[in-house]
């Protein structure tokens, strides 16, 4: 089991949730480059980005606050969420690549910041002789480097306290910008307005998308305040829910306004547009500045607190990593170690120096996180998990629609780069996986749907073949076996799952001669174990403790199908040569036949043969209620791929002197459909009465692998024993009892 995380009581309300979720949906793609992308995919592209952005993103943001109110959110943010959803190896491969686009996240932000300092370079150049300096503040490398350097310091010294009371500076600097923005004078008419046209040689609607889309990220910037939050069962929800929603009328409107405000060409070409229609224009720079370094503050926040989970749950391979990640200062826990390996990977791409390559390899990660925050949603709400009881509670489709979306737009936004994600993915998880053997939450949790997906089908079944029609056209087998002799005489075994292979169902049970006790049960259990362990098979497999053969034969057939479907052939067994279990067969057959099952009896031989080239069928003048059957049986266990070589033939015996007309009888029952078989497999054998039938059958079948006989239930109570007596030259011997005729047109 993953270990707990240090529980440290927090000291922060709702507010912080709010302002850092905010503060980065309104940060610096909405200042930089949000111009661009009305420019380039128009109005309504730019409002379908939105809305396809939030259809991941408000998904996701149920789903977080959904989960967040089920359990204890602890530090680790996303990550905690995963892992203790998914499980450890799962949660920690997912944790890494969100780690690294948290800590990637710094850099395009820093370098963001950068982009801020250029109008006052331009505007330095403009008025004084002071060139040098106006050169250096148009230099976005050198103010990356120099901004990620000093921000480093203050988050290495004063930890997350310093960054959340900034959080309240920046918010109301966004919006006092947003607010000079909203009521600045258009530079074009109303009759230039043209909602539905885009720039010249525009970019790619996925393409833009993909730069955007960090901007719809900061639901990951409040969750990441987990450990440091009083309640964040309550703080999440509320803080990331109405940032998302909020966020969201606001790019509307800010869409809305760049569109009348300005031409395409302007917006897709000009990164600070934006300013050009404030009232004030120096406004919209330092918006962005204190948005963008915000959004650093809160991601450089986040990253190390991610890391230090991860060193918690020691993932990595060697235990001083571990160890080292996880420790924190010892008064309050701040990830010391975490935040100096987060600025070191920020302090390459702030290098790097490419924005919208940044932006690509942020949107991928954060794409393949909230995937998996809204599959682990979406399968919570069919898992039947009694422990899973959250406050919150979203809906199953919203959040299987946020997880089809996440995986849907990783290919449309870059094919390469998502390959390379899931690439990514799966070796981390491979080399977690090496480590730790914790695999049992995230086998568990798929394994409690299909659980409760197999009990709603297998209702629904019931009702429906309650209320349908009985009928015998398209006849299936739903085959229940018992047998005693499970370890010893397979056969019985091997029938049923060739049987349940494609065409049918089957239930196996194994019979325990006895009274239920601590001994039998525990006997029970270790047979069961030994018929299932290893076997990739199509039957399911039960054990059943009977005093007698009869009261066990009583409660088989009174059990439900796996399928749904009431079970309608039961198989019963014996070996050849063991007399007894043969008895118990024989003496209770008129009990099976009452109850309405189709019935078959397998005799097991001692003779092996493996090569399963044959399966044999005969059919008699006096036997035709069974034939059908019997031939649909051949050809079901034929559809098992240990007989993909063998064929059927098909043996009908019929007096010589009428020999002919059954013959003509016979072909029309197969030209009209009602035997299911090829007239090329089908064999005429004349029948002199001085020669017995299991004479004929004991000559032509000895070689058959496979040899299906019919018989009638009253002869049964006539002939008793002598009728599956007498065919000592054959193998394996499958006798049949159809209880009505199964027609198939």
Known sequence: MPRKLKDNRGQFGTTPVFMASISTILGAILFLRFGYAVGNVGFFGAIAIIILGHAVTIPTALAVAE?????????????????????????????????LSQAISVSFYIIAFAESFIPFGQYLNEISNLGLLGNFMEDRKAIGLISMSLLSLLIISKGADLGVKALYVVASVIFVSLLLFFFGESQIDWEQVNFFSKAENADNFFYVFTIIFPAFTGISAGLGLSGDLKEPRKSIPRGTIVATILGAIIYVLVAFKLTISTDLNNLANNQLV?????????????????????????????????????????????????????????????????????????????????????????????????????????????????????????????????????????????????????????????????????????????????????????????????????????????????????????????????????????????????????????????IKHQLIEGKRTNVYVDTLISPSYTSALAQVVQLSSISGTENNLILLEYGESDKESFEDVMSNFNLLHTTGYDVAIMRSNDKKVDKKEEIHIWISSRDYENSNMMILLGYIILGHPEWKKAQIKVFTVYPEDKFEEYKNQMFDYIESGRLPISPRNMKMVPHDEDVSIKEIINKRSSNSDLTIIGFRGELVKKQKLDIFEGYDSLGNILFVNSINKKDIE
């Open 67 to 99: 989960i967040a109110t089920n359990r204890k959110v602890e530090g680790g943010g996303d990550y905690y969420v995963i892992s203790r959803s998914f499980g450890l190896n799962i949660g920690a491969a997912i944790g890494i690549a969100l780690f």
């Open 274 to 526: 934006m300013s050009d229609i404030a009232i004030w224009g120096p406004i919209i720079p330092i918006g962005l500045a204190c948005a963008a370094i915000s959004s650093a503050l809160g991601s450089i926040i986040v990253a190390p607190r991610t890391l230090q989970a991860l060193g918690k749950d020691r993932i990595f391979p060697y235990k001083k990593w571990d160890f080292w990640l996880a420790k924190g200062k010892k008064e309050n826990n701040e990830p010391l170690n975490g935040t100096l390996v987060t600025c070191v990977i920020a302090f390459f791409f702030v290098y790097i120096g490419d924005i919208n390559f940044v932006a690509r390899i942020i949107s991928m990660f954060f794409m393949v996180t909230y995937g998996a925050i809204c599959l682990i949603s979406f399968l919570e709400h069919f898992s039947g998990d009694p422990s899973y009881r959250p406050v919150f509670k979203s809906r199953w489709y919203i959040s299987l629609l946020g997880a089809v979306l996440s995986l849907w737009l990783m290919f449309k936004m870059d094919t390469l780069f998502a390959f390379l994600s899931i690439i990514i993915m799966i070796t981390f998880y491979y080399f977690i996986s090496k480590k730790s053997s914790d695999k049992r939450e995230f086998v568990n949790l798929f394994k409690d749907v299909l659980e409760q997906v197999a009990r709603q089908l297998q209702i629904f079944l019931q009702r429906k073949n309650e209320s349908a029609v009985s009928t015998n056209v398209h006849w299936r087998p739903f085959v229940v076996s018992i047998s005693d002799a499970s370890l010893t005489r397979k056969s019985a075994f091997d029938i049923t799952r060739w049987i349940a292979y494609k065409y049918g169902f089957g239930t196996y049970i194994h019979y325990i001669n006895g009274y239920l006790s601590k001994q039998t049960f525990e006997q029970s259990k270790d």
